[in-house]
């Protein structure tokens, strides 16, 4: 079905899968009837993916933020993938930069060096002089990517297409998934997109009660060179976080020192972005957390953000305070307030799967918790449990992830209870008072000023209905439709019971003194109504039993 419609690029996606040993979907392309859908292990799928190209390692990346759909192995393998691919020859880079140019290439740089400082699937970066004589990094698009993407993205969903047709696809909802992993495909083919997060992320963290802001650094934009196709941003001149040599030059003082304050740094400005900004830079791996030659902390690339809305926010904050207390019941209920569906939920299992899940880690200190793995672990109760969250929650999930494997990566003396315990409390005090206590207070005298004055009358109100006995109370209770069908269908068929026994009763009293012919017959067509209802009673009644 699907080989017959092939293009050569379909026919080489269906050689690396098969070439991989992926029989379900082998079966589901070639139009077979697969049994149990399976995917395939974590090094597999990885595997599939690298094979595919840079277009399918991006989309990984992406499947990497979901813990949501994809269990921790899954989670763990991909956030692996890397997209460093061979750079692109500066002879078609030029030719790109110079077309999105509204100057001469010579009039705007006075140098750009041919040599890329990185490679990536979508973008590579090189480093460049302005002609005012300013460093600065340019990110150019690989020349005929968005081709190359909307080509994939035809392909990923037709692949969705065959699989939303099963029970698989349709419950797991791969069609609006695919939908939306393609949708970050070709928004990554926007750089003024990014260009304009990294200025809000700057302007979030250039102000904070947590943290030096002099300390941190987020690289500013040149808009006036900047299109969709390239972005120019200022140059920070560092090396990557865990490769960076810490010595006794930042401020005298000690390296272990250093990386302690340098960890506590790195939280307090995720956890604003987190829990007070509503706007977070997703993709902190170590290849986006820098260590300057000055001795600041750069983050980059804010190609993947996520946000959080302050209900979600403030839901989150206690999810945090009820993972530190173990509290499986608290979990619970909260998992439900962030669900996105309305669909039932069976409330003591859902409880049950957070205690088992929660209970391993009772005995243990909290400097041995790894917090994030908790993260994911929650979002696979909620999985298992039929609960749909929000898809930010994958997000926050992995930024929380990547943030602390990088900051054990780092300083492994790290306590994450030691680093949230004070922001906590801040973060509660925020939740009750808001960022102005004194205009919290007379928002609050407010709403009391406006209940005093409607709450009179809504008792007058209440109080006259009552003793004119036009009160009435609308109650809705789910469930209960099943009952009463059961309780009616009870109800007619006693009736009916008693209904053929009178006719029976009555049949046999008239033939005792039946003497006429017409008298016979009353009771010959009595006794066959009773014989009729009674037999339709036990009809039904058997099939009511099958049903059950």
């Given amino acids: 079905m699907f080989i017959t419609q092939t293009v050569p690029r379909q026919r080489e996606i269906v050689e690396v899968l098969l070439r991989n040993g992926w029989d379900y979907m082998r079966r589901?392309?070639?139009?077979?009837?697969?049994?149990?859908?399976?995917l395939p292990t974590p090094a597999v799928l990885k595997k599939i993916l690298v094979d595919l190209g840079p277009v399918y390692v991006k989309l990984g990346q992406l499947m990497s933020t979901r813990p949501d759909i994809l269990s921790a192995s899954y989670i763990e393998e991909l956030s692996t993938l890397q997209d460093e691919v061979p750079a692109v020859a500066w002879s078609e880079v030029e030719i790109l930069i110079r077309k999105q140019l509204k100057r001469p290439l010579e009039e705007t740089f006075k140098y750009i060096n041919p040599v890329p400082v990185a490679a990536g699937s979508?973008?590579?970066?090189?480093?460049?002089?302005?002609?005012?004589?300013?460093?600065?990094?340019?990110?150019?698009?690989?020349?005929g990517i968005d081709i190359t993407i909307a080509q994939d993205i035809t392909l990923i969903q037709g692949v969705a297409d065959l699989v939303a047709r099963t029970e698989f696809g349709q419950n797991y909802e791969i069609?609006?998934?695919?939908?939306?992993?393609?949708?970050?495909?070709?928004?990554?083919?926007?750089?003024?997109?990014?260009?304009?997060?990294?200025?809000?992320?700057?302007?979030?963290?250039?102000?904070?009660?947590?943290f030096d802001t002099t300390k941190l650094v987020v690289?500013?934009?040149?808009?006036?060179?900047?299109?969709?196709?390239?972005?120019?941003?200022?140059?920070?001149d560092g090396v990557p976080?865990?490769?960076?040599?810490?010595?006794?030059?930042?401020?005298?003082?000690?390296?272990?020192?250093?990386?302690?304050?340098?960890?506590?740094?790195?939280?307090?400005?995720?956890?604003?972005?987190?829990?007070?900004?509503?706007?977070?830079?997703?993709?902190?791996?170590?290849?986006?957390?820098?260590?300057?030659?000055?001795?600041?902390?750069?983050?980059?690339?804010?190609?993947?953000?996520?946000?959080?809305?302050?209900?979600?926010?403030?839901?989150?904050?206690?999810?945090?305070?009820?993972?530190?207390?173990l509290d499986a019941q608290r979990c619970a209920q909260l998992t439900l307030?962030?669900?996105?569906?309305?669909?039932?939920?069976?409330?003591?299992?859902?409880?049950?799967?957070?205690?088992?899940?929660?209970?391993?880690?009772?005995?243990?200190?909290?400097?041995?918790?790894?917090?994030?793995?908790i993260i994911y672990e929650i979002l696979q109760v909620a999985r298992n449990n039929k609960i749909r969250l929000p898809t930010n929650m994958g997000l926050y999930a992995k930024t929380l992830a990547n943030l602390e494997g990088v900051a054990r990566g780092f300083n492994p003396e790290l306590n994450f209870f030691d680093e949230i315990k004070p922001l906590l409390t801040d973060l509660f005090r925020r939740q009750l008072l808001g960022d102005s206590p004194l205009r919290s207070l007379l928002r609050t005298a407010l709403d009391l000023k406006s209940l005093s004055l409607q709450s009179p009358r809504q008792i007058e109100l209440l109080?006259?209905?009552?003793t004119s006995e036009t009160l009435q109370w609308n109650i809705s209770l789910r469930g209960l439709d099943g009952i009463r069908r059961t309780l009616d269908d009870a109800a007619n068929r006693l009736s009916l019971s008693i209904l053929v026994g009178s006719l029976i009763m009555g049949a046999a009293i008239i033939s005792t003194k039946a003497q006429?012919?017409?008298?016979?017959?009353?009771?010959?067509?009595?006794?066959?109504?009773?014989?009729?209802?009674?037999?339709w009673l036990i009809f039904s009644a058997l099939r009511s039993g099958r049903r059950k």
Wanted: with cysteine.
């Fill in 463 to 466: 109080l006259d209905r009552v």
């Fill in 337 to 373: 307030q962030l669900a996105d569906s309305t669909q039932p939920v069976i409330m003591s299992r859902l409880e049950s799967d957070y205690d088992r899940m929660l209970r391993k880690y009772h005995n243990l200190n909290v400097a041995q918790i790894n917090f994030s793995q």
């Fill in 219 to 236: 690289a500013q934009i040149h808009w006036d060179v900047t299109t969709p196709k390239i972005m120019v941003m200022e140059w920070l």
């Fill in 175 to 210: 069609k609006s998934i695919a939908d939306e992993f393609c949708k970050a495909l070709e928004a990554e083919l926007d750089f003024t997109r990014e260009a304009s997060f990294t200025d809000e992320l700057r302007r979030n963290l250039s102000k904070s009660k947590w």
């Fill in 516 to 535: 006429t012919l017409q008298l016979s017959l009353i009771t010959n067509i009595l006794f066959a109504a009773a014989s009729l209802l009674g037999l």
């Fill in 241 to 325: 976080l865990l490769s960076a040599q810490i010595g006794t030059e930042y401020e005298g003082k000690d390296p272990v020192t250093v990386r302690k304050e340098i960890t506590t740094l790195l939280f307090r400005a995720f956890f604003q972005q987190l829990y007070i900004d509503g706007f977070f830079h997703a993709d902190p791996h170590p290849g986006n957390l820098f260590y300057l030659r000055d001795g600041r902390v750069a983050i980059l690339d804010c190609g993947m953000v996520g946000r959080l809305d302050p209900r979600t926010q403030q839901i989150l904050t206690e999810m945090l305070l009820a993972t530190v207390d």
């Fill in 28 to 38: 589901l392309l070639t139009g077979g009837k697969p049994e149990d859908p399976q």
């Fill in 122 to 143: 979508i973008a590579q970066t090189h480093r460049a002089t302005l002609a005012d004589g300013r460093e600065v990094a340019i990110k150019v698009q690989r020349p």
